[in-house]
């Protein structure tokens, strides 16, 4: 999301959130994050044979508001995410691509809303796959040697930013993250999921470091079933950028169920995105509640 990737990507507040979270993100073994929904993380399973031990696929509709102006020509904003989830022989692969501004696209305003397109990739490589043992059952359940993330899209809405703190940052927002991760066993937690990041921007000078946490809370009210999830990313400071912090907490519920569709079908809730020092523009913070609604595949 929220992408990330957000990167939906990416911080002061952080520290007081890692800490009270105990360091949680990034793409768990049963899935999430940039990103701006990006990152989102709920995941309905598709057991498969072969290569894959199961797939998710799922579409996200999101609609906020309160998002900072002039930094955004609207206070409103909303995208359409596509996401997809595998856990694999090797590891997990995580991809999503956000498509923003489809209703709020142009609505007159000056400067015009841009229509932004973002994604990210995240492959990982688990050690007890490659070495074919089980997953531990205390603490730390895995190790992931390599995990890494293509931050990749175009936003048109930067412009904003660019004409009103008289910053230069290029459009096309290309990155490349590589590290190590760690999957923890949490009482309570489906995910509880850590990256340490190398992260380099490709449109700036120099590069930096990102802490991803990514996780999961399934729990039930009465008959109704719920998740908290979401992802935070807390990133050191590269070239005239400053350190940034970006999470998108969701409390979603299954509504496919009432309905009679298959437990895990259909969920609805709410987003709240937090983006502190907003793509490290210091000082340009966001707090956006968002409307979602999503349906696994």
């Known amino acids: 999301m929220r992408t ?5 990507n990416t911080g002061l507040i952080a520290i007081a959130c890692m800490t009270l979270q105990l360091l949680m993100i ?10 701006p929904s ?3 993380v709920a995941t309905t399973e598709t057991k498969s044979s072969g290569f894959f031990n199961f797939t998710s696929t799922s579409l996200w509709y999101l609609y906020g508001f309160n998002w900072d102006t002039p930094f955004s020509a609207s206070e409103e904003r909303d995208l359409i995410t596509l996401e997809h989830f595998n856990d694999n022989k090797f590891g997990d692969f995580f991809l999503f691509v956000d498509f923003m501004n489809l209703t709020t696209y142009d609505t007159g305003l000056e400067p015009k809303t841009g229509f932004d397109v973002y ?3 995240s492959p990982r490589l688990s050690l007890s796959k490659l070495t074919g043992k089980e997953p531990g059952k205390g603490f730390i359940k895995d190790f992931f040697i390599y995990s890494g993330t293509f931050e ?13 703190f008289g910053t230069d940052i290029d459009y096309t927002q290309t990155r490349q993250l590589h590290g190590v991760a760690v999957d923890f066993n949490m009482p309570g937690f489906l995910v509880s999921s850590l990256n340490l990041y190398w992260r380099d921007d490709l449109d700036l000078d120099g590069s930096t470091w990102q802490l991803t946490y990514v996780w999961i809370i399934p729990f039930s009210i009465g008959s109704c079933d719920f998740k908290f999830l979401g992802f935070a990313d807390f990133a050191g400071s590269e070239d005239y950028t400053v350190e940034t912090f970006h999470s998108s907490p969701q409390l979603i519920m299954d509504i496919g169920k009432p309905l009679g569709l298959p437990k895990g079908k259909l ?3 709410v987003e709240v995105d937090i983006w502190i ?3 490290g523009v210091k000082g340009q913070d ?6 979602l609604i999503t349906y696994f595949f």
Do not use: C, M
């Not at 990749?152 to 009103?164: C, D, E």
């Open 277 to 279: 020092n907003e793509f």
């Open 4 to 8: 990330f990737s957000p990167t939906k």
């Open 152 to 164: 990749f899209g175009r936003a048109g809405s930067l412009k904003n930013i660019n004409q009103a």
């Open 26 to 35: 990034a793409p768990p073994t049963t899935h999430a994050g940039e990103t």
């Open 267 to 269: 969920y609805a809730g």
């Open 38 to 40: 990006g990152k989102g």
């Open 119 to 121: 994604g990210e990739a």
């Open 286 to 291: 966001d707090f956006v509640p968002q409307a």
